[in-house]
């Protein structure tokens, strides 16, 4: 893209790199300065983005006066630039040459943004610091003026051959285009347009100059009077309004001011030229004095008799943006609002060290002092006229009192405000790291309490309260079904609160129908914000035995009447028909396995051996019952089963007679059907899903279901790309399969029958199967089960050659193309609340809270026999305790009753 000027609401976009960058161009104004102060008023601002380093070093002389008479000024011009992150005190730089130009460029690639300040040669004898220096006045206190005072300043002739005053000088030097008759009725536009194409040749700007004098300057022109052509151009004062014109991209942080303090224009300054400067990259400017008297450090009335009114329409006004960072308070300085004020009078104290109150603060008035007693600072400030804006009227900021390093000021909602885009970026910060941070901004210690109200203040800011994200829920519930055309959302209320919340998003509906096996997988979890609740998951399983959620709900309880609520709505979205077709697997839910009997009688509904064993030991430990009911589970035919269920009966008869009571078919592969190739004994999809929402299960209900919606929208996006790196037809999670039935090959010898049959021997264990490539069975119903060739089958393939065949006997739900079909659908974007339609219209109420006994459980309860956190020792939870003096259970040796050397003591287990 070509450089060009910026237009209305045009904002540039560079990518990461790019060399281009952007040229603002100061003009019109004037310079101020005050002791270790430089400000620039009254300008103007031209942006000239896209612009390249090439671009510069074509320039010539006619195209730079071109467009310095383009910004309105007679020739010559002063030009100066600002160095990167640094202040106007120390970083101006006046460019004499080309050398000049070339260190200039060198430091635009970090910040995109180059300022270049334009100001009048004729000035320069008058810059302040190439005078003598001036002892400034110090503790001087500006009490406030009840009644107006006019001062009449008279008006100093000129004499013959003197240099007009430096304020003539600044205004001659400086003329509005449309003014400067040489240039009169030049279309700016196409001509700045042309240059910033890279048209720089002499002949295409004389071209314009010659079609100057044919220009219409008559006022009924169809130019509305704007004869020049050239865009509106704001005026700014400070750096206020320019930094509201600025792009966030291009937002200068406080090195990059246009001021490197706030000051008072009514306070001591002198309006300068800043081109006759010196080369600034060898030492800093240093301010000094003028030549002028004592006199001119009042600005009087200009000659055309300003008013006082608009006299006052200059003085400094506090810019939110730039100077919240380092307020610094000068008498005059104009607040746009009471809460600005306060907030840059607490910002000072923190800064400082210096704890203030407020002696005076009411609709009018606002009186800060200090709290250390004698301290003389004082800060008074009164509403204007205009009822908002604030005004400082007396001001004293010297302190005699020591620094404050248990500042007040320095409190959870302060700091919430402060460090809310911190929060925003990274939600998990940890109280030592975020205390550490705190110390080294605001030299204040913080307890853990503090800290944990500032992250829940933060949060709130971030997200909104928790009343507004139910107030909210409604019109979440309408965008979500707007933008995603198809998905069901079901919100009921009791009366105006909160009962429950049903979301199958489109994408998730049509991906399931598409690619997935019909088994489904039931759960739920707890909430842990402050309302609590429960969270209903039904999540399904892809081509590469990955999780697939379904749908969701939030509940208030998990009970019957909302997983039936919950299912009833799952099963109208897929579809369920015939129930006989369809597989649930889940835990001991309550009110669950009522729910899936009376909705889907016909259905399979599995148990989670996991949770089966949980109960099963509590009454019959050992390692050896444990690998047995295993053995039982993994059985994949029913004699395999029968076979280890004798074997739980010889070794423990009550195990037996437990276990013999829960249906086969509800945990062995032995009698599980064949239809949906799939022989998955645990509930780890569910327990996949909870586990991927564990953050989003702390956050309030709107921002948990965002995040939830969020995470399944990138989800099904990085899903959809990984077959691309697939090695073979299949994902790796079933390529790994195949690869652990291959390592049995070595025990196995398979005889051709005829037919594409074969037998199967196994030399370890000399069982013998029986293979059929043309039906797909085997005879262990491993293959007919998963829909995985088994060892059998892959023995029975290379024993004929036939190996290269192996992914035809593979089910074609684990297909490529199955996978795709089941991720290609997208789930759509969301805007944000505020461009919501008429938000807020149909508030809900959150629902009572109910109060769990006990403190709040972050993480859930480990059983005694899983992979423990921490492997150096071993944890002493459901241990006996056995006595080393008697060897009896449950005492040890201090408390033991049995004397010295007593009975057992030999046997002691130690």
Same mark, same amino acid.
């Not at 102060?37 to 009254?42: A, D, R, T």
């Not at 969270?535 to 509940?555: E, Q, T």
């Not at 974007?829 to 006990?854: D, F, Y």
């Given at each position: 893209?070509?450089?060009?000027?910026?237009?209305?609401?045009?904002?540039? #976009?560079?990518?990461?790199?790019?060399?281009?960058?952007?040229?603002?161009?100061?003009?019109?104004?004037?310079?101020?300065?005050?002791?270790?102060?430089?400000?620039?008023?009254?300008?103007?601002?031209?942006?000239?983005?896209?612009?390249?380093?090439?671009?510069?070093?074509?320039?010539?002389? %006619?195209?730079? %006066?071109?467009?310095?008479?383009?910004?309105?000024?007679?020739?010559?011009?002063?030009?100066?630039?600002?160095?990167?992150?640094?202040?106007?005190?120390?970083?101006?730089?006046?460019?004499?040459?080309?050398?000049?130009?070339?260190?200039?460029?060198?430091?635009?690639?970090?910040?995109?943004?180059?300022?270049?300040?334009?100001?009048?040669?004729?000035?320069?004898?008058?810059?302040?610091? &190439?005078?003598?220096?001036?002892?400034?006045?110090?503790?001087?206190?500006?009490?406030?003026?009840?009644?107006?005072?006019?001062?009449?300043?008279?008006?100093?002739?000129?004499?013959?051959?003197?240099?007009?005053?430096?304020?003539?000088?600044?205004?001659?030097?400086?003329?509005?285009?449309?003014?400067?008759?040489?240039?009169?009725?030049?279309?700016?536009?196409?001509?700045?347009?042309?240059?910033?194409?890279?048209?720089?040749?002499?002949?295409?700007?004389?071209?314009?100059?010659?079609?100057?004098?044919?220009?219409?300057?008559?006022?009924?022109?169809?130019?509305?009077?704007?004869?020049?052509?050239?865009?509106?151009?704001?005026?700014?004062?400070?750096?206020?309004?320019?930094?509201?014109?600025?792009?966030?991209?291009?937002?200068?942080?406080?090195?990059?001011?246009?001021?490197?303090?706030?000051?008072?224009?009514?306070?001591?300054?002198?309006?300068?030229?800043?081109?006759?400067?010196?080369?600034?990259?060898?030492?800093?400017?240093?301010?000094?004095?003028?030549?002028?008297?004592?006199?001119?450090?009042?600005?009087?009335?200009?000659?055309?008799?300003?008013?006082?009114?608009?006299?006052?329409?200059?003085?400094?006004?506090?810019? *939110?943006?730039?100077?919240?960072?380092?307020?610094?308070?000068? *008498?005059?300085?104009?607040?746009?609002?009471?809460?600005?004020?306060?907030?840059?009078?607490?910002?000072?104290?923190?800064?400082?060290?210096?704890?203030?109150?407020?002696?005076?603060?009411?609709?009018?008035?606002? @009186?800060?002092?200090?709290?250390?007693?004698?301290?003389?600072?004082?800060?008074?400030?009164?509403?204007?006229?205009?009822?908002?804006?604030?005004?400082?009227?007396?001001?004293?900021?010297?302190?005699?009192?020591?620094?404050?390093?248990?500042?007040?000021? #320095?409190?959870? *909602?302060?700091?919430?405000?402060?460090?809310?885009?911190?929060?925003?970026?990274?939600?998990?910060?940890?109280?030592?790291?975020?205390?550490?941070?705190?110390?080294?901004?605001?030299?204040?210690?913080?307890?853990?309490?503090?800290?944990? @109200?500032?992250?829940?203040?933060?949060?709130?800011?971030?997200?909104?309260?928790?009343?507004?994200? $139910?107030?909210?829920?409604?019109? $979440?519930?309408?965008?979500?079904?707007?933008?995603?055309?198809?998905?069901?959302?079901?919100?009921?209320?009791?009366?105006?609160?909160?009962?429950?919340?049903?979301?199958?998003?489109?994408?998730?509906?049509?991906?399931?129908?598409?690619?997935?096996?019909?088994?489904?997988?039931?759960?739920?979890?707890?909430?842990?914000?402050? $309302?609590?609740?429960?969270?209903?998951?039904?999540?399904?399983?892809?081509?590469?035995?990955?999780?697939?959620?379904?749908?969701?709900?939030?509940?208030?309880?998990?009970?019957?009447?909302?997983?039936?609520?919950?299912?009833?709505?799952?099963?109208?979205?897929?579809?369920?028909?015939?129930?006989?077709?369809?597989?649930?697997?889940?835990?001991?839910?309550?009110?669950?396995?009522?729910?899936?009997?009376?909705?889907?009688?016909?259905?399979?509904?599995?148990?989670?051996?996991?949770?089966?064993?949980?109960?099963?030991?509590?009454?019959?430990?050992?390692?050896?019952?444990?690998?047995?009911?295993?053995?039982?589970?993994?059985?994949?035919?029913?004699?395999?089963?029968?076979?280890?269920?004798?074997?739980?009966?010889?070794?423990?008869?009550?195990?037996?007679?437990?276990?013999?009571?829960?249906?086969?078919?509800?945990?062995?592969?032995?009698?599980?059907?064949?239809?949906?190739?799939? %022989?998955?004994?645990?509930?780890?999809?569910?327990?996949?899903?909870?586990?991927?929402?564990?953050?989003?299960?702390?956050?309030?209900?709107?921002?948990?279901?965002?995040?939830?919606?969020?995470?399944?929208?990138?989800?099904?996006?990085?899903?959809?790309?990984?077959?691309?790196?697939?090695?073979?037809? #299949?994902?790796? @999670?079933?390529?790994?399969?195949?690869?652990?039935?291959?390592?049995?090959?070595?025990?196995?010898?398979?005889?051709?029958?005829?037919?594409?049959?074969?037998?199967? @021997?196994?030399?370890?264990?000399?069982?013998?199967?029986?293979?059929?490539?043309?039906?797909?069975?085997?005879?262990?119903?491993?293959?007919?089960?998963?829909?995985?060739?088994?060892?059998?089958?892959?023995?029975?393939?290379?024993?004929?050659?036939?190996?290269?065949?192996?992914?035809? $006997?593979?089910?074609?739900?684990?297909?490529?193309?199955?996978?795709?079909?089941?991720?290609?659908?997208?789930?759509?974007?969301?805007?944000?609340? &505020?461009?919501?339609?008429?938000?807020?219209?149909?508030?809900?109420?959150?629902?009572?809270?109910?109060?769990?006994?006990?403190?709040?459980?972050?993480?859930?309860?480990?059983?005694?026999?899983?992979?423990?956190?921490?492997?150096?020792?071993?944890?002493?939870?459901?241990?006996?305790?056995?006595?080393?003096?008697?060897?009896?259970?449950?005492?040890?040796?201090?408390?033991?009753?049995?004397?010295?050397?007593?009975?057992?003591?030999?046997?002691?287990?130690?």
């Amino acid at each position: 893209m070509v450089a060009r000027l910026r237009g209305k609401n045009l904002v540039p #976009v560079y990518g990461e790199n790019t060399k281009q960058f952007t040229i603002a161009w100061h003009y019109g104004g004037r310079f101020f300065v005050k002791p270790n102060n430089v400000k620039y008023e009254h300008g103007k601002v031209e942006y000239m983005d896209y612009v390249e380093v090439d671009d510069l070093k074509k320039l010539t002389v %006619d195209v730079v %006066d071109m467009f310095m008479r383009y910004l309105g000024y007679k020739l010559p011009v002063g030009v100066l630039y600002k160095r990167e992150m640094m202040s106007l005190l120390n970083g101006l730089v006046r460019i004499k040459n080309m050398e000049d130009v070339r260190i200039m460029l060198e430091g635009v690639n970090r910040s995109r943004l180059l300022e270049v300040y334009l100001v009048p040669p004729a000035q320069t004898f008058a810059l302040p610091w &190439e005078s003598p220096i001036r002892k400034w006045k110090t503790n001087v206190v500006i009490e406030e003026i009840v009644e107006p005072i006019s001062i009449r300043v008279p008006e100093s002739q000129p004499r013959s051959g003197d240099e007009p005053p430096i304020d003539q000088q600044s205004e001659d030097a400086y003329v509005p285009q449309s003014e400067d008759q040489e240039w009169a009725g030049v279309n700016w536009e196409e001509l700045i347009d042309g240059v910033c194409r890279g048209q720089w040749d002499e002949d295409f700007i004389d071209s314009f100059v010659h079609r100057s004098g044919q220009a219409d300057l008559s006022p009924d022109s169809e130019e509305g009077g704007n004869v020049s052509g050239r865009p509106e151009h704001s005026d700014h004062s400070g750096a206020s309004e320019h930094d509201n014109l600025m792009d966030s991209d291009y937002e200068t942080n406080e090195g990059n001011d246009h001021e490197s303090q706030p000051t008072n224009a009514a306070a001591s300054h002198v309006n300068v030229d800043m081109s006759g400067l010196g080369d600034l990259h060898d030492e800093p400017v240093e301010a000094h004095d003028t030549d002028y008297g004592e006199s001119d450090e009042l600005e009087s009335l200009g000659s055309d008799g300003e008013s006082r009114s608009a006299k006052r329409s200059r003085e400094a006004e506090f810019n *939110t943006n730039v100077d919240m960072n380092n307020p610094q308070f000068t *008498t005059g300085l104009v607040f746009e609002t009471k809460r600005i004020l306060i907030d840059a009078v607490k910002e000072y104290s923190v800064i400082n060290n210096k704890e203030l109150k407020w002696k005076r603060n009411d609709k009018q008035r606002f @009186r800060a002092v200090c709290k250390h007693s004698g301290c003389p600072f004082v800060l008074y400030a009164r509403v204007m006229r205009d009822k908002t804006s604030w005004e400082i009227r007396t001001l004293n900021d010297d302190h005699t009192c020591p620094s404050a390093f248990n500042n007040k000021r #320095v409190s959870s *909602t302060y700091m919430a405000r402060k460090y809310a885009s911190a929060f925003r970026s990274d939600p998990d910060i940890r109280l030592h790291g975020f205390r550490d941070t705190v110390k080294q901004d605001c030299n204040v210690d913080i307890s853990k309490w503090t800290f944990y @109200r500032t992250k829940k203040k933060c949060f709130n800011l971030i997200r909104g309260s928790i009343l507004d994200q $139910y107030r909210l829920l409604y019109d $979440y519930c309408e965008q979500l079904k707007s933008t995603n055309a198809g998905s069901t959302v079901v919100l009921e209320r009791n009366e105006q609160e909160f009962k429950r919340l049903y979301v199958c998003l489109a994408a998730c509906k049509v991906g399931f129908l598409g690619g997935c096996r019909k088994v489904i997988g039931l759960d739920g979890c707890f909430l842990k914000s402050e $309302y609590g609740g429960q969270l209903l998951s039904a999540v399904g399983i892809d081509g590469n035995n990955a999780m697939f959620p379904i749908a969701y709900a939030v509940v208030d309880t998990e009970n019957g009447e909302n997983w039936t609520w919950f299912l009833s709505l799952l099963g109208s979205d897929l579809q369920i028909g015939n129930p006989f077709q369809w597989t649930f697997i889940s835990d001991k839910q309550k009110g669950l396995i009522q729910a899936v009997r009376t909705l889907f009688e016909e259905s399979e509904h599995r148990t989670c051996v996991r949770h089966l064993y949980n109960n099963f030991k509590l009454n019959h430990k050992g390692m050896v019952l444990k690998h047995t009911l295993w053995n039982a589970a993994r059985a994949t035919n029913v004699p395999m089963w029968q076979k280890e269920m004798e074997v739980l009966k010889e070794l423990n008869s009550e195990a037996f007679e437990w276990l013999n009571t829960k249906p086969a078919h509800q945990w062995s592969r032995s009698h599980f059907r064949e239809a949906q190739k799939c %022989d998955i004994l645990l509930n780890n999809l569910c327990e996949a899903f909870n586990s991927s929402i564990v953050n989003a299960r702390e956050k309030p209900i709107l921002a948990m279901l965002e995040q939830i919606r969020f995470n399944l929208m990138i989800r099904m996006v990085n899903k959809k790309e990984e077959p691309a790196k697939w090695k073979s037809d #299949v994902g790796p @999670r079933i390529e790994k399969i195949i690869e652990k039935h291959r390592k049995s090959l070595r025990y196995l010898h398979a005889t051709y029958s005829g037919d594409k049959r074969f037998e199967v @021997r196994n030399i370890h264990s000399g069982h013998i199967n029986a293979v059929d490539l043309v039906a797909k069975t085997c005879s262990c119903r491993s293959w007919q089960l998963s829909g995985v060739p088994c060892g059998h089958v892959i023995c029975s393939l290379e024993s004929r050659g036939m190996s290269s065949d192996l992914m035809m $006997y593979v089910s074609d739900c684990y297909k490529k193309d199955a996978y795709l079909r089941t991720y290609s659908p997208s789930i759509c974007p969301m805007t944000g609340p &505020e461009l919501w339609p008429n938000p807020g219209q149909h508030p809900l109420a959150p629902p009572p809270i109910k109060k769990m006994p006990g403190r709040p459980k972050k993480a859930r309860r480990r059983e005694p026999d899983e992979v423990q956190s921490s492997s150096s020792k071993v944890r002493r939870t459901w241990m006996k305790m056995r006595c080393r003096k008697c060897g009896k259970e449950g005492h040890n040796k201090r408390s033991c009753k049995q004397p010295q050397g007593g009975e057992g003591s030999d046997n002691a287990d130690v």
